[in-house]
């Protein structure tokens, strides 16, 4: 059974940094892709960042230059270190990964990433306040 655990949520002021990290198990990440999608209140989820198959990362125009996501695939867990947060970024952020390889590139930021993923964690929560 695959489970992805996030974790790292908090509240922070703006400015600050969080970060976030994604567990997983029955899962082996190697060359398939994973990346973190999020959700704020009364909008729909949109993706953060992706890290593609070979290596690539991918980011939102939003995060850009703010977010940086990384994978230890030693311990099997994914991160997103996030910095100069802004209230904008508060959302519920959920871990994703595909079992196949990807290489969405820009993608990830569409339907096609969306639909495209296996599985999904729960979420961590992340408060920014002004």
């Known amino acids: 059974q695959v489970q992805l655990v996030e974790s790292g949520g908090g509240s922070v002021q703006s400015g600050g940094s969080l970060r976030l990290s994604c567990a997983a198990s029955g899962y082996t990440y190697s060359s398939k892709c994973m990346g973190w999608f999020r959700q704020a209140p009364g909008k729909e989820r949109e993706g953060v960042a992706g890290l593609d198959s070979d290596g690539t990362t991918n980011y939102a125009d939003s995060v850009k230059g703010r977010f940086t996501i990384s994978q230890d695939n030693a311990k099997n867990t994914l991160y997103l270190q996030m910095n100069s947060l802004k209230p904008e970024d508060t959302a519920m952020y959920y871990c994703?990964?595909?079992?196949?390889?990807?290489?969405?590139?820009?993608?990830?930021?569409?339907?096609?990433?969306?639909?495209?993923?296996?599985?999904w964690g729960k979420g961590t929560l992340v408060t920014i306040s002004s």
């Open positions: 994703v990964a595909r079992v196949s390889a990807c290489t969405y590139g820009s993608r990830w930021f569409s339907l096609v990433a969306y639909y495209g993923m296996d599985y």
